[in-house]
């Protein structure tokens, strides 16, 4: 029982996979406080929780504003007597391309995601420093914030967002003993079921079938339970050294995102002025100019749907 003792905080936990999240910290020892918008999602993950040995209670409530960051800290605090862990999770999605989206559209992502991302590390950041604690916080991400994704720009920007607070976060947090890490899931979650490349990993899942090893381990594709497991790591003492780090984990595969940096430096004496770069800089950046969005290798013909 690694977090024996431990309380932790998951925000949109009530499935997928939030609830992956919070049954593996409690199944590591962690109580938890489980939140979701959803009422009867959050009363059955609790349940699920308790019915395995662990100790939960619920928060209902949307995260972005103030209030419910201070109701998930003051909760763990009244119910379990302290707060060591968060992990924020909670997002929605609106997707479409620029050109039809919405201000509604843009503001929800941001708001639930990188708002709510943002209020609820402040809050649990200030009861830590507060009292002593050597937290953990562990903020999800996405690979569409790191390479952008078609039609997710609302999407795209908080989950970058995200990135980028982790790392100031990880600086400003260091003296306190605080950690804080950005997890990059690839998951069998209700996006990805919609997309027709991963039926046939979609359609085993479902069925409670091992997923084809091409899914699993070439793209690094798996299950909820596939990302529990990271998390539940960098919830631990024995992750005290790691913090400021975006790690993906999926399937088989787990990686290491660098945090970005020049691939191309170049000197020009006076300065780069538009006579410069135009006589220059085309050859400069031939065959350096870095990809966009994600590609992946063809589906084995056993697995196309």
């Known amino acids: ?52 040995g662990g100790r939960a209670v619920a928060v209902v409530a949307p995260v972005g504003p103030t209030e419910t960051a201070a109701q998930l800290v003051q909760t763990a605090v009244d119910a379990f007597g302290g707060l ?29 995601h990188l708002r709510g991302t943002f209020t609820c590390v402040r809050e649990a950041a200030i009861w830590m420093r507060e009292h002593g604690v050597a937290g953990r916080i562990i903020c999800i991400g996405s690979p569409t914030g790191q390479r952008g994704n078609f039609g997710q720009t609302n999407y795209a920007a908080a989950k970058a967002g995200i990135v ?19 997890v990059i899931p690839v998951a069998a979650t209700a996006m990805t079921a919609t997309v027709p490349y991963f039926a046939a990993a979609v359609e085993a899942d479902e069925k409670g079938e091992p997923m084809p090893a091409f899914f699993r381990h070439d793209l690094g594709f798996g299950t909820s339970d596939d990302v529990a497991g990271l998390v539940a790591y960098l919830a631990t003492d024995a992750a005290a050294g790691v ?30 002025s538009f006579e410069a770069l135009s006589a ?15 590609t992946f290798p063809p589906l084995p013909d056993d697995l196309q749907r």
Do not use: C
């Open 1 to 52: 029982m690694e977090l024996e003792g431990k309380v932790a905080v998951v925000t949109g936990s009530g499935r997928g996979l939030g609830l992956a999240y919070a049954q593996e910290l409690a199944r590591r020892g962690a109580a938890v406080v489980v939140n979701d918008v959803d009422a009867e999602a959050a009363a059955a993950a609790v349940a699920s929780i308790e019915g395995a």
């Open 84 to 112: 060591d862990i968060l992990v924020t999770n909670a997002g929605v999605l609106r997707d479409t391309v620029l050109w039809k989206m919405s201000d509604d559209d843009f503001d929800t992502v941001i708001g639930i």
């Open 164 to 182: 980028g607070m982790v790392r100031t976060w990880a600086l400003e947090l260091k003296r306190a003993n605080i950690t804080v890490n950005a």
């Open 243 to 272: 913090s400021g780090q975006a790690i993906g984990v999926g399937g088989d595969r787990v990686q290491l995102w660098s945090h970005p940096e020049p691939v191309l430096t170049a000197y020009h004496d006076g300065g780069w």
């Open 280 to 294: 220059e800089f085309p050859g400069l950046v031939d065959g350096q100019l870095q990809s966009v969005g994600e």
